[in-house]
């Protein structure tokens, strides 16, 4: 039986989905078996647990920004898991509709927020599909260096970095060995 790990919203939501149609508790403890075949059980109360520590953290972050606890919730239920995904875009409007406080920016700060945009999909390669063929370009084995993630303060930056070197060995035959995968302060 192959055992795996899912994100906190993927088994919640298939949880949820599962229980819109099956009510009965001798169906539904079926469901749970045949899911705690796929994913053994402490990765799963794991992920619950997480699950909890989000909407936890979500919490204490938006507190001071929305007074209203019913709005709160409803906010926490949409980013914790009703979105189903982490890229789900929220843009001001959706944000203001939400409940949360916006300022709209000035031109000048959009101008920066837009060259910071910029600067992140020109680091983290955003436009470029991810291919190891592409990271050959054409020669049999090739060097590469990735920064994946970001982490930014006033006078730091950190990258998430997968650095290695990709090979064709054979044609069809794509090699990729990675030497570092991991945090680094970048230049």
Known sequence: MGRGVASPLSDRGYIEEVKKDV???TALATVWN??????HPLVLGQIFRLGGQIRSLAGDLIKAQVKDEKTREEIIQLLSS???SHDYTINRRKAADMGLNIVKPTADEYAILRDIT?????ELKTFEPYSLQGLLAGQ???????VRGLIESTDSSYGYVSEGTVAEPQPGNIVDQKAFEGWRKLP
Do not use: E, R
């Open 23 to 25: 009510t009965d508790p």
């Open 34 to 39: 045949q899911l705690s075949t796929q994913i």
């Open 82 to 84: 009703d979105s189903g």
């Open 118 to 122: 910029k600067s992140y999909h020109s």
């Open 140 to 146: 049999p084995s090739q060097a590469y260096t990735l």
